[in-house]
């Protein structure tokens, strides 16, 4: 029997929504709880943590309206364009149909590369830029230029180096290649090979593959796990596994490709909750279990719920606690893809569960990608005994997609080695408070130069907002000028007026690093005016670059 | 850019009226266009209004009911292809926010055209007819409706 007032969980306590004046010190405003705390569990697995705020500040509604004025005026000279094109005053770059096939159905869709042609051609430069070198910390860019604006480039033979790299899911710097790190690498490439040339179920399953899934088990915590050669297919090709037909996902709004796209392929009902909105996520859950399947009114076979550690377009971080106690008390069951969060959050570096105390075999499905922290690619996904040999034979990523490289495959081995300790040092460690410390610093300055940032405070991945678009090229453009490489983002990828600019902040950056961005941000946030936020707070120098902080000082 | 890629978000063309700001920024461009022909020294007040009016309505039927499709590609394999703005919007949703808003604006503005032009019969015949022409494709009876097969495809 669900008692109706309140629901006590192990991690986390469930208020009942309905319409009671909350007497508690937190209030609910747009779902975001205020440093709500979490419980201890019954064996005191973890400390109880506090959760910070996700900060989505809205910019004033100037920038709104100028940000559609721009994207009107592009619009006004693309129509513009195109009238030129179409009558010959210009030359058209675009692929055309030959001249006797004008009057066949077109092949060549002609509005919906309206955007394309028009927006996406100007500030086409700021993507796909050529790296010719490790994307570590810094890296070397070749320099391109364009003659006819943008349709074609040219590359000059000259490098651009030393650009500093905001950009790369670089988090605990193992992109690297340190010949002492390596040497592992190096000899189990000379043992095993390069290539597999199999599928796991057929003559690719390596003594090498078996070790890294042990290791991955351990370093989660859980009993079992399954390492794929794709971060992305890891998501595409095991979900279709999990759930079928007659099953529901509730899916976040803001969920990445891969998931979205394991959930069509798997054939379930699919309903979006709003991002991080945990009222929608239980007035969806009971809707779901009231109502049942569509038509038939048949219960569900399965409800599965698929959330993200941290959104990287959003920088925020997923209720865990939360998730879990509404999962427990309608009997769902829980998705995690810890895919930029697994190495990158928590103390020790062992993702979102870690970071909020949770036990890790509370979720059902953890699944995360190599790609990110481990400096490797492929994904993982780890759970019960059952759930892992049940995939083992029945993900079409096992019977269908080749194993993992034995490089590949051992530089992760190396790498979860370094984060856990085992190979003796404290390199791991050092790397994992590294760039927690760097976060807090990158963060903390940007907010005080007044600069609107989404996200958790605790994530590495920074979204700055841009909003307009001539900005978003303009900054990307004076960024390199500068030599600091970013990743920026506008619409559709976006909301329409929220395009911004993403960086990764990396253990592997170091503090000098980070002041020369922090340095160039602020003047070039000053030059094009995207200092938006209304929160500023002083800078207090001081605060940083005192050794001693004692009052006779 | 993720063109063509899946999203949660099929056709963001469907949310974009109700995005923050965007009806501050369309009253905003009304005004802007007026103040852009009472700027004209030749003409009177009266006939400044009723071409507010007429541009107004024109350029709304232009880009909410003749434009089709999507400026970009989405993921749904082209299903907004032969759909208008109006019809793409909120997917298809009839009365929501953002369809009143849309349906309101042109009859304040003909109120307050009617006004300026002290109720005149020709610049009134001129209104009525610009108005019906930006009100009876709002209906939702009209949705996805096409007559006499004029831009079906």
Known sequence: MIRTEELHSCNGTLKSRSGQKQTENYTLKNGYHKNEKVQKNGNGFHQPRVRGEDSFEEAPMYVAVLTYMGYGIVILFGYFRDFLRAVGLEKCHQAQEREEQKDFVPLYQDFENFYKRNLYMRVRDNWNRPICSLPGPVFDLMERVSDDYNWTFRLTGRTIENVINMGSYNYLGFAENNVDFLKTVAEKTRQYGVGVCSTRQELGNFSIHEELEQLVADFLGVESAMAFGMGFATNSMNIPALVGKGCLILSDELNHTSLILGARLSGATIRVFKHNNMQSLEKLLKEAICSGQPRTHRSWKKILIMVEGIYSMEGSLVRLPEIIALKKKYKAYLYLDEAHSIGAVGPTGRGVTEHFGVDPKEIDVLMGTFTKSFGATGGYIAGKKELVDYLRCHSHSAVYATAMSPPVVEQIIRAIKCIMGVDGTTEGQRRVRQLAENTRYFRSRLKEMGFIIYGNKDSPVIPLLLYQPGKVGAFSRAMLKRKIGVVVVGFPATTITEARARFCVSAAHTRDMLNKVLQSLDELGDYIRVKFSRHRRPYRPELYNATNFGLDS | ?153
């Open chain 2, 1 to 153: 850019m993720n063109v063509g890629t899946a999203h949660s978000e099929v056709n963001p063309n469907t949310r974009v009226m109700n995005s923050r700001g965007i009806w501050l920024s369309y009253v905003l461009g009304i005004g802007l266009l007026h103040i852009i022909l009472l700027s004209i020294p030749f003409v009177s007040v009266p006939v400044v209004w009723t071409l507010t009016n007429l541009i107004h309505n024109m350029c709304m039927y232009i880009f909410l009911h003749t434009v089709k499709g999507t400026p970009f590609e989405t993921p749904d394999q082209g299903k907004a292809r032969l759909l208008t703005h109006w019809e793409q919007m909120d997917y298809g949703v009839q009365f929501t926010a953002s369809r009143k808003f849309l349906t309101i604006t042109p009859i304040i503005l003909y109120f307050l055209t009617s006004f300026y032009t002290k109720y005149d019969r020709v610049h009134f015949v001129i209104n009525t007819i610009s108005l019906l022409t930006v009100l009876i494709p709002k209906l939702p009876q009209f949705h996805g409706v096409r007559l006499f097969g004029i831009n079906k495809y």
